[in-house]
């Protein structure tokens, strides 16, 4: 089936944008956040999402999520005190880090969020003393040795302790509502979240025959973005884990924990060239963004960047590409297939939302690239450069069409 590779925008725009904010920039599409959005809520209509923004805070990311009424997956005391502080009620937002600071329990008090994550002995008591009248949900630990990011070396409960650990909390006299687990990040298929629902099933019914009756299920994040090298059927894959749903979990309120998903493909990086030199019989290119901006992704995440070249020619060679700072170790890419660049030349970097600017730092005195929200900055642009192209689309019908659906 034909991908759908989100937000990317042309050339043209490139071009101008640059011109007008310089680069490195950011330019995000919130239009593009909430289609992402709609189409969890179309394949998945009884879950509730909670957008998880440690992928990406960004107050141009969280406005749209807040208007359509999406809820939140917090990490912090930070996240949660910067949530309350733009107005969203902290019934809207679960605690989803298992092992939580005092500030982070000071502030679910302090901001009224009852809704949080465990996975051991501590946590119940911790628990226990600040926020008694939270509803708690066990975090299940399964095996998916396929995911990008395997969450579960880090968090997580065995299956086989995990009823032992609820009737612990229960015993404590906590709300022991549910069951979360994570499957990892960009799992292309639905099997790794039917075999993680296969194992709660069993542990929703053992409990039940020790009186303790769960409500919740939160089926994690995980859901993949689209890359040039992976291909899946994501309707398909959402069809699936819904049926189960449906047919193992009827009654049971059900949540899931997004992040990238919503907002990896709403984001693109323009990045230019300011210096080319040549080692090891090898072009390098030095970018004025690297390890330390927006391709902090390439560490922290282990993604791989798509780099868009405007050359109009054909010859490729294999470049090494790296960043502005001084430390060596800010090189992103070795071997890259590119065409000849030169200094000023212009990359375009798609799908480039979550995980980038939200780890990105100001090392070495550089500061973080600028953001633009697409929808505003096309109206500002079109003055600048749709007069210049239309003298070109004038002679193409289709091209003008598309052209301009483009900009609606």
Same mark, same amino acid.
């Given at each position: ?93 679960? %605690? ?28 119940? %008591? ?51 509502? &549910? ?13 790794? %979240? ?54 193992? #979990?009827? &009654? ?6 997004? @992040?990238? %998903?919503?907002?990896?493909? /709403? ?12 080692? @090891?019989?090898?072009? $390098?290119? #030095? ?17 791989? #960047? ?21 430390? /060596? ?29 939200? /780890? ?5 005195? #550089? ?6 929200? $697409? ?34």
């Amino acid at each position: 089936m034909r991908k759908n590779i989100g937000f990317q925008i042309g050339q043209d725009a490139v071009e101008a944008l640059a011109k007008a904010h310089g680069t490195p920039l950011l330019i995000l599409s919130s239009k593009q956040i909430e289609k992402n959005y709609q189409c969890l809520r179309k394949y998945l209509p009884r879950v509730r999402i909670f957008y998880a923004i440690k992928a990406n805070p960004h107050p141009e990311i969280l406005k749209p999520m807040i208007r359509m009424g999406a809820s939140f997956d917090v990490a912090s005391d930070g996240e949660i005190r910067l949530l309350n502080e733009i107005g969203v009620a902290g019934e809207r937002l679960i %605690y989803a880090n298992p092992v939580k600071t005092g500030g982070g329990l000071k502030a679910c008090r302090e901001c009224g969020v009852g809704k949080m994550t465990f996975d051991s002995v501590t946590e119940i %008591y911790k628990i226990k003393e600040t926020c008694p009248e939270s509803a708690i949900l066990l975090r299940l630990c399964v095996d998916n040795s396929s995911a990008h990011v395997d969450l579960n070396k880090k968090f997580g409960v065995s299956p086989e302790n995990a009823l032992k650990l609820m009737l612990k909390a229960k015993e404590e006299g906590l709300d022991v509502a &549910g069951i979360a687990f994570h499957v990892g990040s960009q799992t292309t298929s639905a099997d790794p %979240y039917l075999h993680a629902l296969d194992l709660t099933r069993k542990i929703f019914e053992e409990a039940e025959e020790t009186g303790l009756k769960l409500r919740i299920l939160d089926i994690g994040g995980g859901f993949p973005i689209p890359e040039p090298s992976m291909n899946f059927n994501f309707p398909e894959m959402l069809r699936q884990i819904n049926a189960r749903l449906d047919e193992d #979990f009827a &009654g049971v309120e059900i949540w899931a924990e997004p @992040g990238r %998903y919503i907002c990896g493909t /709403s984001v693109n990086l323009i990045t230019s060239v300011i210096g080319v030199t040549e080692r @090891g019989g090898q072009p $390098w290119y #030095f970018l004025d963004e690297g390890l330390y901006g927006t391709f902090s992704g390439v560490l922290f995440d282990q993604w791989d #960047f798509r780099l868009i070249s405007f050359k109009n020619t054909k010859e490729r060679v294999s470049a090494t590409f790296c960043g502005p700072s001084c430390d /060596s170790l800010d090189i992103m890419f070795r071997g890259r297939i590119t065409a000849p660049l030169e200094v000023n030349d212009i990359l375009l970097v798609p799908a480039c939302g979550a995980y980038t600017s939200a /780890s990105a730092t100001t090392f070495n005195g #550089f500061g973080k690239a600028e953001f633009v929200v $697409w929808e505003q900055a096309k109206k500002e642009l079109l003055p600048a450069w749709v007069i210049d192209s239309l003298t070109a689309l004038a002679v193409n019908p289709t091209a003008m069409i598309l052209f301009f659906g483009a900009l609606i």
